[in-house]
């Protein structure tokens, strides 16, 4: 039978152009339906700006002392939460890492940088490894997810865990379990860890580092250090005579050759330190660890004294001798006065210690100036403290006014720059925003408390 030709015409018998696809021959929906229509040209496709925008996902990232090993790693948590934002077609946009860092508290820097971050919009979602990075505090937990929820609408989510945003109130009931168990967790570990060191000290065991002057055996126990002990005892005897200050014992010590615990020169004050320090007449320290209601920890927890298994390097006798000349001394000093003459106080440093800096290591305020006054002639100044650090420098004391001259000389010669105005408004307006932060986060702080109160009644 012989094939008919194609119509290439209209019905009018004009040209056709572009011949009507024959869409019955599929096993589809006629594409003509209103709603089924499938845009097969580009120049059809939606507007770039109506496209639907990826989600911009921030990570949180942490480890303390003893998550590092394991799972917890920082890398570790950072390929997890990589892979699972790029699973769900968002961008990562940034990711903030605290190391070494307690759940405890807030005072994370990253941590602090994120808060500030997602207030201005910076990611739409933040995403963690576990809960347990984000905070180990309850209370915390709480009222920092629901500022960033509910004030910054950011999400807040687990790559390992349910949470509000992925599994709605089942999701919002694990959260808040996990956010228990967690803290829990912390409390705990810290109550045990407190029994242990408690033990150890009745025990007679010391809990910290060998200080100078000692070094631990196999079973954690001081042991003298024969160089150290020499040195040390030597330090106790001269200043029992009451003619030597701890500045004189940091030289005497540094020019014998010895060095710290952290291979640092002695300083007056490290010499101060060990001097008061009861560990070198037998004895051994247990301070219950306290913290502040922001985690923070509080050093004014009571100090207990035991017998401990190590041998004293100093008789009790000779070490409140020692006490007894720090005593007298410090009925000597003249009160200070209430009055702080010096306007560049802690920001003048040497620039011949800054310049030729040593290679070991040394104390972070290396080459700082200290202010001083001449009882004689009751100048002011500022001094080098290099000397007072066991270093060598030959700066004299520079006066106070001479350079109080020269800065109030060149803020006269000082231009202000351009947009001037814009500049401080804007950090202005940063500072507020900060300090909203903290009064929105106290605030839902203490409605949890006051919910916490009511749940126990």
């Known amino acids: 039978m012989p094939q008919t030709a194609p119509n290439y015409t209209t019905a009018a018998g004009e040209p056709r152009f572009f011949a009507a696809p024959r869409t019955d021959i599929f096993d589809l929906p006629n594409p003509a339906v209103a709603g089924q229509q499938r845009q097969l040209n580009r120049l059809a496709q939606p507007h770039k700006k109506e496209r639907e925008k990826k989600m911009r996902y921030a990570a949180y990232v942490r480890i303390s002392s003893e998550d590092q090993v ?52 910076k990611f739409d979602a933040l995403v963690v490894h576990k809960f347990d990075r984000f905070s180990r505090n309850r209370t915390d937990a709480i009222a920092i997810k629901s500022l960033l929820r509910y004030d910054y609408g950011v999400q807040v989510l687990s790559v390992t865990e349910p949470s509000e945003h992925s599994e709605g109130a089942m999701g919002a009931l694990m959260e808040g379990v996990m956010e228990s168990v967690a803290d829990w967790y912390s409390r705990n570990l810290a109550t045990e860890t407190a029994k242990g060191k408690k033990e150890r000290a009745t025990q007679g065991i010391h809990n910290n580092a060998a200080p100078f002057g000692y070094t631990k055996n196999e079973n954690k126990i001081l042991i003298p250090d024969p160089h150290e002990a020499e040195g040390l005892r030597m330090v106790f005897e001269l200043y029992a005579t009451d003619k030597y200050s701890d500045n ?210």
Request: net charge positive; with cysteine.
């Open 248 to 457: 004189d014992l940091a030289k005497i010590l540094n020019e014998a050759g010895y060095k710290t615990k952290r291979n640092r020169r002695f300083s007056k004050d490290t010499v101060r330190d060990f001097l008061q320090n009861p560990t070198y007449t037998g004895k051994v320290r247990y301070q219950k660890t306290q913290r502040h209601a922001d985690g923070s920890r509080c050093k004014t927890g009571e100090i207990e004294w035991f017998e401990g298994q190590h041998e004293a390097l100093v008789s009790d006798e000779l070490f409140e001798r020692c006490q007894e000349v720090r005593r007298k001394r410090s009925t000597r000093r003249t009160p200070t006065a209430k009055y702080n003459p010096y306007l560049l106080r802690e920001i003048v440093f040497c620039y011949r210690c800054c310049a030729n800096h040593p290679e070991t290591d040394v104390v972070p305020s290396y080459g700082k100036m200290r202010p001083q006054a001449q009882r004689k002639n009751k100048h002011l100044y500022y001094r080098c403290r290099a000397r007072e650090l066991g270093y060598s420098c030959d700066q004299s004391a520079v006066g106070v006014k001479i350079l109080d001259e020269q800065v109030l000389q060149i803020l006269k010669n000082l231009q202000p720059p351009l947009h001037w105005r814009e500049s401080i408004t804007k950090s202005i307006g940063e500072i507020l925003g900060e300090q909203d932060l903290d009064i929105r986060l106290n605030e839902i702080r203490s409605t949890i408390e006051r919910m916490d109160m009511r749940w126990a009644h």
């Open 70 to 121: 394991g799972n917890f790693s920082i890398d570790a948590q950072r390929r997890e939460i990589q892979t699972w934002v790029t699973a769900r077609g968002g961008m990562l946009v940034k990711i903030y890492e605290d190391e070494a860092k307690s759940a405890r508290t807030v005072d994370r820097p990253a941590f602090l940088q994120m808060r500030k971050d997602a207030r201005d919009g």
